[in-house]
């Protein structure tokens, strides 16, 4: 056997699974294995120039601890289950091996690596979490424990109300398709554990398995995805900001059923609302400090909690003002009166005295003077028609604008909700 293997693969050092000429320093044998792992070489995959060697996965999801926005990323706990046969470590009967994790190092293992990931580690307490299973048809189980915190891309236009699809890729580091491709050992079923995850902020709405290929600078490689969808619980910020945040647009509103005279009241709810909202606002946004760049649902919304607060300040500031100059210049007209018809009087007799000298000596009369010229015509027209616009806009009765807010302003609050909700919930 060793001839032939010496004779199909023309070297001296690379027999796959009995003695060769190998230097002392590539070749192991596995204690108790003797027979048949001596002048094993850990440093060629199974089938080495042949066929590729079929690496099965399967997953145990034991947490997700933390999902992060701000580093957009999550952490997970898994164990990854690798299956595949190495004909050089067939032996005969139907019993299986364990053995002990630091006997890895004295085999062949694939050098899959978990794609995207940013900080990643083995657990070793009290020894390395590592397994190896040896079966009687040269199946080698290799399960591990690890701890990775992999690149999520989320898009958190629609915060809180978002749905996220994160995703968790193993590919091999270094051999292509040519050498290894990689298979989900039971389809969706190779991942178990995420139907019973309990998070904080979210819940597992779907999961599902992909096997692609994707082509790099040094060749086609096999990839295995899992992609799972994480619906944020809304609850939460339900009673943490949406809440207050319109408890304080409708004590806002109380603003008009006190009268306009109560000037010290109706301003202290007014910049007490607008102050309240203010570090609201703030404060939602402390927490995602590093997201200040996206404009999220959240944010409309506290927009537009703020924009109701701000206008009912300043609709008592219009409604005030209207009332002092409604106010103001009535006395003025009615000292006024009593000159204008002293004056009108007057006027109106040396009218009568000109018209008269001039009906005596109408053959000296200069028509010219009597008419209007060009330019006062066009200035009193423009006096006028600005008289007509100011009168459409000023309010009449100040205490109608009141009126009119207790109305409006509930109405249309409820209408941008209707609005806001409906779009940010189904489209």
């Given at each position: 056997n060793t001839h032939k293997l010496h004779s199909r693969f023309n070297c001296q050092w690379c027999t796959l699974g009995h003695k060769s000429n190998t230097?002392?320093?590539?070749?192991?044998?596995?204690?108790?294995?003797?027979?048949?792992?001596?002048?094993?070489?850990k440093y060629l995959r199974p089938y080495f120039g042949g066929k590729p060697v079929q690496i099965a996965l399967s997953l145990d999801i034991a947490s997700i601890s933390s999902i992060s926005e701000s580093d957009m990323d999550y952490t997970t706990t898994i164990f990854l289950w690798q299956r595949w046969v190495d004909p050089r470590l067939v032996f005969h009967g139907n019993k299986s091996f364990t053995l002990d994790a630091r006997l890895v190092e004295l085999l062949w293992v694939p050098d899959t690596y978990i794609m995207e990931s940013k900080r990643s580690f083995l657990h070793d307490v009290t020894v390395g979490n590592r397994l190896i299973r040896l079966f009687s048809n040269g199946t080698v189980l290799y399960a591990l424990r690890i701890t990775s915190t992999v690149a999520c891309n989320m898009d958190l236009s629609k915060y809180p109300m978002d749905t996220q699809m994160c995703k968790l890729q193993l590919a091999s580091w270094g051999y292509d398709g040519?050498?290894?491709v990689f298979t989900w050992f039971r389809g969706n079923d190779s991942v178990r554990g995420l139907e019973k995850l309990r998070l904080s902020q979210y819940t597992v709405e779907r999961y599902y398995t992909l096997v692609t290929r994707s082509q790099q600078e040094t060749g086609n490689y096999s990839r295995l995805i899992l992609h799972f969808e994480l619906r944020r619980n809304i609850l939460y910020f339900i009673l943490e900001t949406y809440v207050p945040s319109t408890l304080l647009v409708i004590l806002s509103w109380v603003s008009f059923w006190i009268t306009l005279d109560s000037v010290p009241a109706r301003t202290c709810i007014g910049v007490t609302t607008v102050l309240s909202m203010t570090t609201l606002m703030i404060g939602s946004r402390t927490s995602l400090s590093k997201m200040n760049c996206f404009i999220k649902a959240i944010d409309v919304y506290l927009g537009i909690c703020f924009s109701f607060i701000f206008g009912a300040l300043v609709e008592y500031a219009i409604a005030h003002y209207s009332?002092?100059?409604?106010?103001?210049?009535?006395?003025?007209?009615?000292?006024?009166?009593?000159?204008?018809m002293f004056n009108g009087s007057v006027t109106?007799?040396?009218?009568?005295?000109?018209?008269?000298?001039?009906?005596?000596?109408?053959?000296?009369?200069?028509?010219?003077?009597?008419t209007m010229k060009t330019h006062d015509k066009i200035r009193f027209v423009l006096r006028n028609k600005m008289r007509k616009i100011i009168s459409y806009f000023t309010i009449q009765n100040p205490s109608n604008v009141d009126h009119y807010s207790k109305l409006l302003f509930p109405l249309f609050f409820m209408l941008v909700n209707v609005v806001y909700w409906v779009y940010y919930l189904y489209f």
């Open positions: 230097p002392s320093g590539d070749t192991v044998s596995l204690p108790g294995f003797e027979n048949l792992t001596e002048g094993y070489n040519n050498d290894i009332l002092s100059q409604k106010d103001g210049p009535t006395k003025e007209i009615e000292e006024v009166n009593i000159t204008n109106s007799y040396k009218q009568q005295i000109s018209f008269a000298s001039i009906e005596i000596s109408s053959d000296n009369v200069n028509y010219d003077d009597l």
